[in-house]
């Protein structure tokens, strides 16, 4: 009993942050019809710079900056790479990301990182704050719960009570609509590569003192994070967040039980259940396209 509630609780603080970067990657797809893969290098190149900065301005002052530098450098690169000829068509700015994906790896691997892994201080303390049902949980377990409850609590309000929120949804719903009423879908495009960045971000700063600072330490974060975005839907902001929870939690008890390589392989075998019966995900709508 005390294994199966350890899974538990382990595997919704994963699926938590499962479901936190499969909703950076929504936020971009809904607004630009684009799946970012480079948001999980962009997110660690904020949290070396937080890992290099932390001698110079304090442990508390480098995340702040870390986050800040998340949201400019998504700008950036929206600006520089992605914003010149956007009209190209979603695969070609799709590819585009890949290249973006590539080059930055290339250079974080050949300045910041190298000699990597590091050991990346823990924001929360380490040490159990309770027991429940024989299970110690720990300080850092229950920040990472409550950081990724806050962020969903955050989005929650900006999409349904503020006016950038309507807009993304209007974008959403139809970009070509929202453009001829006068929406200024690039400015809220330049917002969401910026939004989505300081999401990862987040979820990079809660990874990096247990995996270990490393280049590549989100890739498998970020895999599971685009299954539970294709799982709840790519049309659905909140679908994410459910499959991101039950994908972290049956991967996690499964492990426990079985073994990780089992439990990855359930997480991808629900993946493939799910696109074979409901292509548009468990959430989403089906698109309808005249012909």
């Known amino acids: 009993m005390e294994l199966l509630l350890g899974g538990l609780i382990s595997g919704l603080v994963s ?40 001698d110079l301005v304090g ?51 050949a300045t910041w990182a190298n000699g990597q892994p590091f050991t990346f201080p823990s924001i929360f303390s380490t040490s159990n704050a309770l027991t429940l049902g024989g299970v110690a949980i720990a300080w850092n377990t229950i920040g990472a719960l409550c950081v990724g409850l806050v962020l969903v609590a955050i989005f929650l309000v900006v999409f349904r009570s503020t006016g950038v929120g309507l807009l993304f949804i209007a974008t959403a719903s139809d970009p070509e609509v929202a453009r001829i009423l006068g929406v200024r879908t690039g400015r809220l495009a330049l917002l969401a590569w910026a939004m989505s960045s300081v999401v990862a971000a987040c979820v990079g700063l809660l990874v990096a003192p247990t995996s270990l600072l490393s280049s590549d330490m989100l890739d498998p974060y970020l895999l599971i994070g685009f299954s539970a975005a294709a799982v709840g839907g790519l049309s659905s902001l909140y679908g994410v967040f459910v499959a991101g929870l039950v994908i972290g939690v049956v991967g996690n008890v499964s492990s426990l039980y079985l073994t990780p390589d089992v439990g990855t392989m359930i997480v991808f075998a629900v993946l493939l259940a799910t696109l074979s019966v409901r292509p548009w995900g468990l959430f989403g709508r089906a698109s309808i396209q005249r012909l």
């Open 15 to 54: 699926g938590l942050l499962y479901s936190l970067l499969g909703f950076a990657t929504i936020i971009l797809y809904k607004c630009t019809g684009v799946a970012n893969f480079a948001v999980g290098v962009l997110a660690t190149v904020a949290v070396f710079a937080a890992y290099r900065t932390i």
């Open 59 to 109: 442990f508390r002052v480098a995340i702040v900056l870390a986050l800040v530098a998340a949201a400019l450098l998504g700008a950036a690169v929206y600006a520089i790479a992605i914003r010149p000829r956007s009209d190209a068509g979603h695969l070609n700015l799709t590819i585009r990301t890949f290249g973006i994906l590539l080059v930055v790896l290339a250079v974080l691997n």
